[in-house]
């Protein structure tokens, strides 16, 4: 029997007593009958190029290779051949061990001198000096060698069967603990969440396949349990990803709605939601397909991607609650300056108003938002009773309705129908607007007043002016220069809104707070922290329960937290800051009408001194158009204001002068 014959039939004997599985004996078959092959041909004769390109075609790794060839005289490797090695996955440690030891030709430039003197150069040679042999050394070479080969290839083969054990014995565990993620589900039935996470957690520990069946269930568990304990940071996470994995899954629905509520309550709107256009919903019940192509349009609109929003809003059905708030906001999208759809947004402020009117279960607050919307697209084209018709369509006790008056009473000065604008200065001065933020009010008024060359009322809106809001800005412009923490802001802040108290404690005084506490920022920046306090809380009295993964989240959502009041306090002071350059700017503003007032007085007195006789005569001012009704009546105003006269005031004041 020759020596490759012994040397194959003993890889034979002992790959027959591996004991692998079926799959992965007939790979390492293949690996360890090539092993065999070359170093039974290595034992029987010199190991070739060929050899050396055939085991690389078989993977087998640099590492092995190398041990293989040690020892072995010159292979006679060209470029093309390390080219060749290369494609096939041999390492820079491995050609490096090549070209080292001589197995790799170099082409060398040999000089011999011409037989008419000079050097010419012979073309490179490629045939390597021959190395000096002594039979015994190889011979004890070679034995040591194939002994060193044969322990390489049990090594690993050792290393693959431990492997595919262990992928076993795994695989095993996770489908015994199957049984965790049935037994999470059945927790969710019965309201018991936080066992339920702790169940999903420990079967998602085992790192089970992502596209397994297992992982997406524990994943859907895991975000469904969190959601309902309000713990919407943990929660985002593994709603996303059942989201993302498609409608095809049965989760989807159930995920996407939790996805709603997280972008509602807490901004969560990650860019990679952006993918949701490549899913088909049409097979979908037809409330689903609204609310989702509604998503997905405020989405777009929210990252500015206006032409996607308005497709996507615009597939909303007509008889859809989400159908008057997609059209405001496709209108909203329209008037953007990179849109310019002037037109096709006043319809779809008109058609959202009819449709939140119409259709059940829709948003009030829309058919609001279109009718201040259409009276500012009327007053910017100076269509001013088409804006003061809008204007009053807001309800009395709407919160918009301050708005609504005080642009209304600017619509009234600008088509000089001063007797309809000092009635709502009346209105915006009754106790029903008090809390209201409103300086250029006086401004306005005593603006108004001028006109009619009423010095005196003049007068008594800038003193008035001066009083409310001027003699406070020193205490602004202190609290300003004296806070520099950004938390500090929203602290004292917060803490007013929260008890109805004063901010004089904290040297701010409750004109100013007023003011940060009508801006819509201010509440949705409140609400976003107190759903992170609510989380927090939750989170702190489950750990047990949610291990390892709770505590990483508990520290995202204390750094979210600690960061959204740093974010909310900056807002704040810029707001304060802004309230505080515009108070400068309508002091400046007073002092201008002050120096009108006097100079006119002052016209007025030296007309009266050259002509004793001289009255000012009467100015026309503009009307605005106002049917009365049959049930109507007109009612002088007897010191109290009631609800249903508010913004309904008017004055019957008659210009004093007129331009000479």
């Known amino acids: 029997m020759s020596r490759a014959e012994q040397s194959r039939r003993r890889a034979e004997g002992w790959r027959t007593r591996s004991g692998l599985g079926a799959g992965r004996r007939a790979a390492l078959q293949a690996v360890v009958a090539l092993l065999a092959l070359v170093v039974a041909a290595s034992a029987a ?55 080292d030891n001589g197995h790799v030709v170099q082409k060398v430039a040999i000089k011999v001198a011409p037989q008419g003197g000079g050097g010419d150069v012979v073309p490179p040679s490629e045939t390597p000096a021959p190395a000096e042999t002594n039979p015994d050394a190889m011979a004890e070479e070679e034995a040591r060698r194939k002994a060193e080969d044969e322990a390489r290839i049990r090594l690993a083969a050792e290393e693959l069967r431990k492997k595919d054990e262990a992928a076993k014995a795994r695989q095993a565990e996770i489908d015994r603990a199957m049984t965790q993620v049935s037994d999470g589900e059945r927790m969710l039935e019965r309201k018991r969440n936080m066992e339920a996470a702790r169940l999903f957690l420990g079967f998602l520990a085992l790192e089970p396949a992502e596209d397994s069946d297992g992982y997406y269930r524990a994943k859907c568990g895991l975000g469904k349990a969190l959601f309902r304990e309000k713990i919407y940071s943990g929660a985002a996470g593994p709603v996303l990803e059942v989201v993302m994995k498609g409608p095809e899954k049965p989760c989807f629905q159930e995920s996407f709605e939790m996805l709603r509520t997280l972008t509602a309550e807490t901004g969560f709107a990650p860019p990679a939601l952006e993918d949701l256009t490549q899913f088909y919903v049409e097979n979908l019940a037809k409330a689903f ?22 497709k996507y809003l615009e597939k909303v059905s007509p008889d859809s609650p989400q159908k008057a708030a997609a059209l405001y906001l496709t209108g909203v999208a329209q008037i953007d300056p990179d849109v310019k759809k002037f037109k096709s947004a ?12 119409r259709v059940e279960g829709s948003d009030p607050e829309i058919v609001e938002l279109g009718y201040m919307a259409l009276a500012r697209i009327a007053y910017e084209a100076t269509n001013y009773d088409g804006a003061l018709f809008y204007y009053g369509k807001v309800p009395k006790l709407s919160p918009r309705r301050t708005t609504a008056l005080f642009e209304s009473a600017w619509t009234f000065f600008l088509k000089n129908d001063y007797n309809r604008a000092v009635g709502v200065f009346h209105s915006l001065h009754s106790p029903y607007y008090r809390q209201w933020y409103t300086p250029d009010l006086y401004i306005l008024e005593a603006t108004v007043y001028l006109n ?13 002016f001066k009083k409310v809001y001027l003699d406070q ?48 920022t201010f509440r949705n920046n409140f609400q976003y922290i107190r759903n992170l306090e609510v989380e ?52 400046i503003k007073a002092d201008e009408i002050e ?33 009365v009704a049959d049930d109507w009546q007109f009612w002088p105003f007897e010191g109290e204001y ?8 008017r004055s019957f004041l008659r210009s004093e002068c007129v331009e000479q």
């Open 289 to 310: 397909q609204d609310d989702f192509n509604y998503y997905l349009g405020r989405f777009f609109y929210d990252y500015k991607k206006l032409e996607l929003a308005i």
């Open 642 to 649: 009631w609800v249903d006269e508010i913004a309904n005031y």
């Open 473 to 520: 800005q020193p205490l602004l412009e202190r609290y300003l220069a004296e806070t520099g923490n950004p938390s500090d802001y929203y602290t004292t802040v917060s803490r007013i809104y929260q008890t109805q108290g004063t901010g004089e404690d904290k040297g701010l005084p409750m004109l100013f707070v007023q003011a940060i506490l009508n801006d819509l």
């Open 536 to 587: 927090e809380k939750a989170l702190q009295a489950n750990l047990g329960p949610l291990g390892e993964y709770g505590s990483t989240v508990l520290e995202q959502v204390q750094k979210a937290r600690e960061n959204q009041v740093i974010a909310a306090g900056i807002e704040i002071r810029e707001s304060l800051t802004r309230l505080n350059e515009e108070l400068r700017d309508w002091s």
């Open 45 to 99: 004769f010199a190991l070739t190029k060929e050899d050396l390109i055939k085991l690389k075609e078989q993977h087998v790794p640099d590492s092995v290779v190398l041990n293989i060839i040690k020892g072995e005289g010159p292979l006679g490797l060209n470029e093309e051949d390390v080219k060749q090695l290369k494609s096939l996955g041999a390492g820079d440690e491995l050609v490096k061990f090549l070209r």
């Open 346 to 357: 006043v319809e779809n402020f008109q058609n959202a108003i009819l449709t939140g009117e």
């Open 595 to 627: 120096f009108d007032i006097d100079g006119a007085r002052a016209e007025e007195a030296k007309n009266k001194l050259t002509n004793p006789d001289w009255t000012p005569p009467a100015a026309a001012a503009g009307t605005t158009l106002f049917v």
């Open 452 to 464: 009619l060359c009423k010095f005196s009322d003049s007068k008594e809106a800038l003193t008035a």
